[in-house]
Every structure is written in C-alpha cells, then in structure tokens.
C-alpha cells in the first residue's frame, strides 16, 4: 500500500501491476486478474484496502488527527492495456487505472485548497515508517 498525501485527506492506494481484465465482488476474498498471457489471483483488493484504512485510521486518533478524511483507490497499472472491470457498480469508485486515477487526484486537489495538517504527515510516517529505537 502506498499513502499520498492530498489537501485535506489522505489516499490509500493498493497497486497491481498487471493484468487488465478484472474480475471479483466486494465479497469475495479473492479477485481474477488476467491479460492474453497469464492469469493471476490476487487478494480482494477493496477489503485489503478497507483493513489498511481501519488500521490507519487508528493511528490517525493517535496523533489527533481523526478528522482527516482518507479514501482508498486500487489502481491496475498494466503496461499494455487499459483495465475492463468485471464488478459491481458500487466497487467502481475504489478501482482505477494509471490514466483515471490522475484525473481522480486533480478533482480532489480542485475542489479543497488546505494545507496538509503537520498530525497527517506524522502518522504517515508512523503508520509506514517504524520509529528508531534507541
């Protein structure tokens, strides 16, 4: 999972890199992910992400951040082809290609123009980075 910080809020983002047809439900545990050579399994990415978000959350409240708002994203960044998805319509906003996910983070940099709370960055860097211990 990667974090990018945004005014106002913080985009989780789970990156698979290949395959370009997609196949899997919000229920299920495990997702199809193929292209003309290969198929792949993959772990559900919208739950992966929903348990990311919970645990980053908590660290959120811990640096007294709780209100920042974070929204998740699994972005399928074939080389070769633009991703078809095989779901339902409520999963859609949580998928993203390389090409609609920077459309994605310019509408959300658009519509709120706040700095960064200094709370953000910090539980960025506890949540993924381990603290030095000495």
Request: net charge neutral.
């Amino acid at each position: 999972d990667l974090i990018a910080l945004l005014p106002g809020k913080a985009l989780l983002l789970r990156v698979i890199h290949k395959g370009y047809r997609i196949y899997g439900h919000d229920q299920d545990s495990t997702w199809r992910v193929t292209d003309n050579a290969s198929s792949l399994i993959v772990k559900n990415p919208v739950r992966a992400l929903k348990e990311s978000e919970a645990v980053f959350k908590e660290t959120l409240a811990k640096e007294g951040t709780p209100h920042v708002q974070v929204e998740t994203i699994a972005v399928f960044a074939d080389n070769y082809a633009e991703p078809s998805f095989f779901t339902e319509e409520d999963v859609l906003p949580h998928l993203a290609s390389t090409q609609t996910l920077k459309k994605e983070v310019q509408r959300i940099v658009k519509e709120k123009m706040t700095p960064v709370p200094e709370g953000l960055k910090k539980s960025c860097l506890k949540h993924y980075v381990p603290a030095d211990e000495g």
